[in-house]
């Protein structure tokens, strides 16, 4: 009698193990799901990099790719329309980085969903975040800018580097910023 307990008990713990391990793959593939629709999130693209310094050049990094883009001083970068870096997913960050000067690189990022309310005829309120120095830091040293889009378009944004070396964000189309 103990013996047949013990047997029904494994049979038991198998099949609650088993269970398991089903439960666990079907949910990370729900998550993998979710993380591809992230890429083909498509809402919100840069356009153009202005550089407004005397003597400094940038380059213009997206995700794990190469540099993207040189703003030379004095210039404006101009993507092309099928070039354009689409900043849509929250999983991956542009960095323009000073490669002739000593200004610290900018970190930028899609936020996604924010609160606030929406005008009519557009989408959102989304965020936009911005930070300098380093990837990773805590929320509280970045800064964050809200915006809509225009409902069924595309925003366009550019980032413009003043005289001095700050950063800012510029709306160019279907984009409306919010305080």
Same mark, same amino acid.
């Given at each position: ?12 713990? $198998?099949?609650? !193990?088993?269970? #398991? ?5 079907t949910? @990370?593939?729900? +998550?993998?799901? =979710? ?11 840069v ?19 190469a ?16 070039? $354009?870096?689409? !900043?849509?997913? #929250? ?6 980085? @000073?490669?002739? +000067?000593?200004? =610290? ?75």
């Amino acid at each position: 009698m103990v013996s047949r307990v013990g047997y029904v008990s494994r049979y038991a713990i $198998a099949s609650i !193990i088993f269970l #398991a391990v089903c439960i666990v793959g079907t949910r @990370c593939q729900a +998550g993998e799901m =979710l993380m591809h629709q992230d890429d083909t999130v498509n809402i919100m693209h840069v356009v153009a990099i202005e550089n407004d310094t005397e003597q400094c050049e940038f380059q213009v990094f997206y995700g794990s790719q190469a540099a993207s883009a040189f703003v030379a001083p004095k210039s404006i970068f101009t993507y092309q329309p099928e070039q $354009a870096l689409n !900043i849509s997913n #929250a999983q991956r960050m542009m960095v323009i980085k @000073c490669s002739k +000067g000593s200004y =610290l690189p900018v970190y930028i990022q899609f936020g996604g969903l924010a609160s606030g309310k929406v005008t009519s005829g557009y989408d959102g309120p989304y965020y936009l975040t911005m930070w300098l120095g380093y990837p990773q830091l805590p929320e509280n040293a970045k800064t964050h800018v809200r915006c809509l889009i225009k409902s069924g378009t595309i925003g366009k944004v550019g980032i413009k580097i003043g005289p001095k070396g700050d950063y800012r964000f510029v709306a160019y189309d279907n984009v409306e910023f919010i305080d």
